[in-house]
């Protein structure tokens, strides 16, 4: 039997960051047990806050809505690149160079695989450090260019991978014109964002499920995102 991880953070206003110009995140009780005999709050916010998976459509006009894409897409094998040590500098670019050395540690990516960047960066939620502050404001660590051509170039993404990371998204934060978001979603490539408890998330062996509401013409949407571990399988660092 699979061991299952949980790699989202819990949702709530008081200490979900915002990306900077998203809408604000708002629950509201409309109805308790004591007045109506039952619990229920209206929940109001983007559908790339918090954890949250996005998909084609989010930066290609003619790419494929949430409720386009097949199962198949939302459940995928995961590799995880840890580069915490390189992310104390907040605009850094994980290089082709990174992405080799996990191979020679850990073999080849296998083809139509989440790509998991671990930069630390879900241990600073709920915290100003996040988000950033003055001149750190929005400057997270992310993909390069070039690491995302090689990717693709070499077939290790195919068309049904993701890029995943614990940060706002797959962009060097300082980087205002997604580059690396548009070459992403093309086909049925997908993103995975503001991960959560990666630590809990092995180099290799594992796959991610990602679960939520579909959306219709959605652009992906805030989800629970599951990491299934073979029982022999654990995280390392």
Same mark, same amino acid.
């Given at each position: 039997?699979?061991? /299952? /991880?949980?790699?989202?953070?819990?949702?709530?206003?008081?200490?979900?960051p915002l990306y900077p110009g998203d809408p604000e995140f708002r629950l509201e009780t409309v109805?308790?047990?004591?007045?109506?005999? *039952?619990?229920?709050? *209206?929940i109001r916010q983007g559908e790339h806050t918090g954890t949250h998976w996005g998909a084609p459509i989010h930066f290609d006009p003619q790419g494929l809505a949430a409720d386009r894409l097949d199962p198949g897409d939302l459940f995928l094998p995961a590799v995880k690149i840890d580069v915490r040590d390189r992310c104390a500098d907040r605009d850094y670019a994980i290089t082709v160079a990174d992405l080799r050395r996990w191979e020679h540690d850990h073999g080849r990516i296998p083809a139509g695989a989440a790509v998991v960047a671990w930069t630390g960066w879900d241990g600073k939620w709920g915290t100003p450090e996040f988000a950033g502050a003055g001149a750190a404001a929005g400057r997270q660590?992310?993909?390069?260019?070039?690491?995302?051509?090689?990717?693709?170039g070499t077939g290790?993404?195919?068309?049904?991978?993701?890029?995943g990371i614990d940060t706002f998204g797959p962009d060097v934060g300082a980087d205002d014109g997604y580059a690396v978001s548009k070459l992403l979603y093309r086909e049925h490539r997908i993103s995975l964002e503001c991960l959560a408890n990666l630590a809990a998330l092995p180099s290799t062996g594992a796959r991610i499920l /990602?679960?939520?509401?579909?959306?219709?013409?959605?652009?992906?949407?805030p989800a629970t995102i599951f990491a299934l571990l073979p029982v022999s399988s654990s995280a390392t660092a």
């Open positions: 039997m699979d061991t /299952v /991880v949980n790699l989202s953070h819990v949702h709530d206003p008081a200490t979900t109805a308790t047990v004591a007045a109506d005999g *039952y619990y229920l709050r *209206y660590p992310g993909f390069s260019v070039a690491a995302v051509e090689w990717l693709l290790r993404l195919g068309r049904r991978g993701a890029l /990602v679960g939520g509401p579909l959306y219709r013409d959605g652009s992906g949407g």
